[in-house]
């Protein structure tokens, strides 16, 4: 039959996307030979506290201050000086290590986000000075012409090397900088109680006797490393690397086109750039009141840059200006990101369902906020999704109902006309007219349920809130598969029960099909999140209950057609 055919090719369409999905390696870094950037090129080192890519020099003299830009090569001196220092600060969700060679975040620990459940004494770290999670977040002024500038090789002062939130809601750690020539630089990082923001400010100060010209940048230093993609690891799904947003649009870069294309470079009104890896994001916000430079690009054979600039402006003498940057360090919780820039939540990528996903989003969130637990928030969803689309489903379900009833005549035309599959064919047809059966009405349930399907999976995959999520009993991460595969099983048994309840094909070879599809489904689901095998056990569930509810009243009607028939042709 046709309906079961569709039914059939949509489900193994379903599979092989997800299968795709799970397996493509669209952002896995490629073998390339080792680069040099600029800036390497110039001796100073490309991580911690190194280097920032070599941008174009200054436009001449003739461009108006306004419009110029100061080159960012770094010749000056690129060994930092021994009495750098450490300086660290503790809040309630953060643990960082300031380095005071440029006041580099060089050390990045979120403190309520254990790697594994079952490990929580190791937290996840998006910055550190070496190892996997290499990466560092660099901030400076650039001047134009000679002499020592507050940039991040510049070696600042603090008071003191421990800093801990304790009463407060919020801290500030204080460093400073002079030049000995009446240029001086008051640099303040704040963090605030349970955020993961970060504002920086600094505050140039001139007593030189002269103009100062320059410019304000911001720089994310990160390991750039191939990713080994496996269904077993769900942290290996989505993208890991630079993303920029030009003010309108976002956009993530891979590797090997920075290479093949060269640097991402870009000059753009409100936008940012970060980096962003499964569940978590290091991204620099610069202000809004300015046309920013934007570049990203490969330094050396291990880590991309992602570099912002101001616009170039002068500080008369006699007079001071303030410098504002707002950094996110952390996991990508979208009520901090909308507080921080509203766009900021691209970076959550549901994909090509992000029109779905988003609004499943604030729907399980708004459940979420009343019933406290994850897993119950998705059972009560499916209800509401369910209910929703329960007149559109209830159609289909009736017509399924009709077929279910009228399965002995259409046996009997296979028997009849088994050697004349032109004659059934018409058959079954006028059958179909006369009994008002749609056979393809079947087939909307899934075509239904599939987008909701898609958009659960992202929703499950990308949103850090359900990341080591508990349900109850043995789930104790809705992020990751169940891991004694009962929900898949339970899965498996609901789908046999459900094809119970549907009329079975009459072609043999779908039928084996049919019978074998549950079976698959459960391989399938067995490595998908237990969040999303939770979403369609109960959509399951649900729809047998219906089905059940609908074949009960049908028949009943069918039958009721069939007395009045009998007493009508006794009565004749």
């Given amino acids: 039959m046709d309906n079961l055919r569709l039914l059939v090719w949509a489900s193994f369409g379903m599979l092989a996307w997800l299968t795709y999905q799970a397996w493509q390696e669209d952002y896995a870094a490629v073998s390339v030979p080792e680069t040099r950037s600029a800036a390497d090129e110039a001796g100073a080192p490309s991580s911690g506290a190194g280097a920032l890519p070599a941008l174009p020099a200054a436009a001449a003299d003739s461009t108006p201050a306004s419009q110029q830009t100061p080159s960012l090569d770094v010749e000056r001196e690129a060994t930092p000086r021994a009495d750098t220092r450490m300086v660290r600060v503790t809040t309630d969700v953060l643990e960082v290590e300031i380095n005071t060679t440029g006041a580099t975040l060089q050390r990045a620990v979120i403190r309520r986000y254990p790697v594994h459940k079952d490990d ?19 901030t400076g002024l650039i001047a134009e012409g000679d002499g020592a500038e507050p940039n991040h090789l510049a070696v600042f002062e603090s008071p003191s090397t421990e800093y801990e939130l304790r009463g407060a809601d919020e801290i500030v ?22 955020s993961y923001r970060i504002d920086i400010t600094q505050r140039l100060i001139n007593r030189s006797g002269a103009d100062w010209r320059g410019a304000e940048y911001a720089q994310i230093e990160r390991r ?3 990713v080994e993609r496996s269904m077993f690891n769900v942290d290996t799904y989505s993208f890991d690397g630079p993303i920029i947003y030009d003010g309108e649009k976002s956009e993530k870069l891979k590797r090997d086109d920075l290479l093949s294309d060269g640097p991402y470079d870009i000059k753009a009104g409100n936008g940012w750039v970060g980096s962003i890896q499964h569940h978590f994001l290091s991204a620099v916000v610069p202000a809004k009141d300015a046309e920013y430079r934007y570049k990203v690009s490969v330094t050396g054979d291990t880590s991309v840059a992602s570099l912002i600039r101001s616009p170039s402006l002068y500080v008369p003498s006699g007079s001071e200006f303030t410098f504002e940057t707002a950094v996110f360090v952390g ?6 990101l909308e ?57 289909s379900g009736r017509s ?23 004659a059934l064919s018409q058959a079954m047809m006028e059958l179909y007219k006369r009994e008002k059966v749609n056979p393809a009405a079947g087939c909307l349930p899934i075509l239904i349920q599939m987008p909701f399907f898609l958009a659960f999976y992202w929703v499950l995959l990308e949103s850090v809130e359900m990341r080591q999520a508990p349900f109850a009993l043995w789930i104790t991460d809705l992020s990751s598969r169940d891991p004694f595969f009962i929900l898949p099983l339970i899965m498996g048994a609901a789908m046999l029960f459900q094809q119970r309840l ?40 649900l729809s047998i209950s219906q089905q059940w509810y609908i074949n009960k009243i049908v028949h009943e009607e069918a039958a009721a057609r069939s007395g009045k028939k009998s007493k009508d042709k006794k009565k004749s």
Avoid at 351 to 375: E, R
Avoid at 518 to 532: R, W
């Fill in 400 to 422: 399924m109902a009709r077929m279910r009833e009228i399965q002995p005549r259409m046996k009997a035309l296979q028997d009849r006309y088994k050697d004349d599959r032109q």
């Fill in 502 to 541: 549907n009329p079975a094909p009459a072609d043999p070879v779908q039928a084996k099909v049919m019978q074998v599809m549950p079976i698959m489904f459960t391989g399938f689901f067995a490595f998908f999140p237990s969040g999303l095998v939770l979403y369609w056990v109960t959509n399951t569930l």
């Fill in 173 to 194: 750690v204080p460093f400073t900088w002079t030049d000995g020539q009446g240029i001086s630089v008051e640099k303040e990082i704040r963090f605030t109680r349970g």
């Fill in 224 to 226: 750039s490393r191939e």
């Fill in 120 to 138: 929580p004494d190791t937290l996840v770290e998006l910055l550190s000075p070496a190892g996997p999670d290499r990466g560092a977040i660099q």
């Fill in 331 to 336: 996991p990508k919780l979208q009520s901090q």
């Fill in 339 to 395: 507080q921080l820039d509203e766009s900021l939540k691209l970076t959550v990528d549901y994909g090509w369902l992000t029109i779905i996903s988003q609004p499943l989003f604030w729907l399980l969130n708004k459940v979420h906020s009343f019933v406290g637990n994850w897993g119950l928030a998705i059972i009560l969803v499916t209800i509401l999704i369910k209910m929703t689309f329960y007149k559109l489903t209830e159609a």
